[in-house]
């Protein structure tokens, strides 16, 4: 359990940090609207960009993982925007929730859990995962256009996904970066670098805006919240392991891997999507809360049951 905390506790600390800033005035009311808007279209796109750039094709084949992890994500997607849909009848905020309930936050708590979990055969699946939760991004962002566009006609509203999803820096920015990869080119030193100060500044400032967030008060929302969250924490994991295991037989090691990274918390992908699109982003914020401190013990849980096997 000490190093679930070591892992969970920066990304717990941050969104204290920001929600205290708020509370004392030490950030003023627009400060989570600049933070947003510098992390969607600077930061997070050069940090996947740099992360999608490093990666090789080669490690990221492992048809049987990717299919247990995907479509574990893809169940729980599907099960929580369908609730969500009869509840209000509206696309893009269901889509919203399904992508919050499926969003495991891969990169920074994934790699280094299940280095430590796993060894260093546990980073493969954590990379593959990453770019897997960039697919959910990608089919959530297509459903949310479809959902704004809904009054519009058929060919007018392909034509607006297309536009929106070749526009998108948070989904150009991975694409960008695979392309680069398969190039076998090397960046120029200086320029690789100032991606990698922007890259450093999207997890923090992300985490710190929604602090600044969870100021606001909504008991629906918070509501709605604990249902997304035990579904991220416990639905996917246990569909996960039962897909990964007694229907596809994996091996033990990715077995292990593919729980692990489906139990993960909800990583702050869904809330700047939110942001990117100007939609109320108090109850992403929640869930992004609720699940990083109950991962704390639903992975706990699992390492410990894990290592006794």
Same mark, same amino acid.
Not at 157 to 166: A, E, G, H, N, T
């Given at each position: 359990?000490?190093?679930? =905390?070591?892992?969970?506790?920066?990304?717990? &600390?941050?969104?204290?940090?920001?929600?205290?800033?708020?509370?004392?005035?030490?950030?003023?009311?627009?400060?989570?609207?600049?933070?947003?808007? =510098?992390?969607?279209?600077?930061?997070?796109?050069?940090?996947?960009?740099?992360?999608?750039?490093?990666?090789? @094709?080669?490690?990221? @084949?492992?048809?049987? =993982?990717?299919?247990?992890?995907?479509?574990?994500?893809?169940?729980?997607?599907?099960?929580?925007?369908?609730?969500?849909?009869? !509840?209000? !009848?509206?696309?893009?905020?269901?889509?919203?929730?399904?992508?919050?309930?499926?969003?495991?936050?891969?990169?920074?708590?994934?790699?280094?859990?299940?280095?430590?979990?796993?060894?260093?055969?546990?980073?493969?699946?954590?990379?593959?995962?990453?770019?897997?939760?960039?697919?959910?991004?990608?089919?959530?962002?297509?459903?949310?256009?479809?959902?704004?566009?809904?009054?519009?006609?058929?060919?007018?509203?392909?034509?607006?996904?297309?536009?929106?999803?070749?526009?998108?820096?948070?989904?150009?920015?991975?694409?960008?970066?695979?392309?680069?990869?398969?190039?076998?080119?090397?960046?120029?030193?200086?320029? &690789?670098?100032?991606?990698?100060?922007?890259?450093?500044?999207?997890?923090?400032?992300?985490?710190?805006?929604?602090?600044? =967030?969870?100021?606001?008060?909504? !008991?629906? &929302?918070?509501?709605?919240? @604990?249902?997304?969250?035990?579904?991220?924490?416990?639905?996917?994991?246990?569909?996960?392991?039962?897909?990964?295991?007694?229907?596809?037989?994996?091996?033990?090691?990715?077995?292990?891997?593919?729980?692990?990274?489906?139990?993960?918390?909800?990583?702050?992908?869904?809330?700047?999507?939110?942001?990117?699109?100007?939609?109320?982003?108090?109850?992403?914020? !929640?869930?992004?809360?609720?699940?990083?401190?109950?991962?704390?013990?639903?992975?706990?849980?699992?390492?410990? @049951?894990?290592?006794?096997?």
């Amino acid at each position: 359990m000490f190093y679930v =905390f070591n892992v969970v506790f920066p990304v717990f &600390a941050l969104i204290l940090i920001g929600y205290v800033c708020g509370r004392t005035g030490k950030l003023g009311e627009s400060a989570s609207t600049e933070l947003n808007r =510098f992390v969607v279209w600077l930061a997070l796109p050069a940090q996947l960009f740099h992360f999608a750039s490093s990666s090789s @094709w080669q490690t990221l @084949w492992q048809p049987g =993982f990717i299919a247990a992890f995907f479509l574990s994500c893809l169940a729980v997607f599907i099960l929580v925007l369908v609730l969500s849909w009869v !509840r209000n !009848r509206d696309l893009a905020a269901a889509s919203f929730s399904g992508l919050s309930a499926s969003y495991s936050n891969t990169g920074y708590m994934g790699i280094p859990l299940c280095v430590l979990a796993l060894g260093q055969d546990g980073l493969a699946p954590a990379i593959i995962s990453t770019f897997i939760v960039f697919v959910m991004f990608a089919l959530a962002t297509v459903l949310i256009e479809i959902g704004i566009l809904s009054h519009k006609k058929s060919h007018e509203i392909f034509w607006s996904v297309i536009k929106s999803l070749c526009t998108n820096p948070l989904l150009i920015a991975p694409v960008a970066g695979l392309l680069w990869a398969s190039t076998d080119l090397v960046l120029y030193d200086p320029l &690789a670098q100032v991606i990698a100060f922007l890259a450093a500044a999207a997890t923090p400032c992300a985490l710190v805006s929604i602090g600044l =967030f969870l100021m606001q008060k909504e !008991r629906f &929302a918070s509501q709605q919240a @604990w249902g997304i969250s035990i579904a991220k924490l416990i639905i996917q994991p246990v569909l996960a392991w039962f897909i990964a295991g007694p229907i596809l037989n994996l091996p033990e090691l990715s077995v292990s891997a593919v729980v692990i990274l489906a139990a993960l918390p909800t990583g702050t992908g869904p809330f700047m999507l939110a942001q990117y699109y100007q939609r109320d982003g108090r109850m992403i914020s !929640r869930v992004v809360l609720l699940t990083t401190i109950g991962s704390l013990l639903t992975l706990s849980l699992f390492l410990w @049951w894990n290592k006794g096997i």
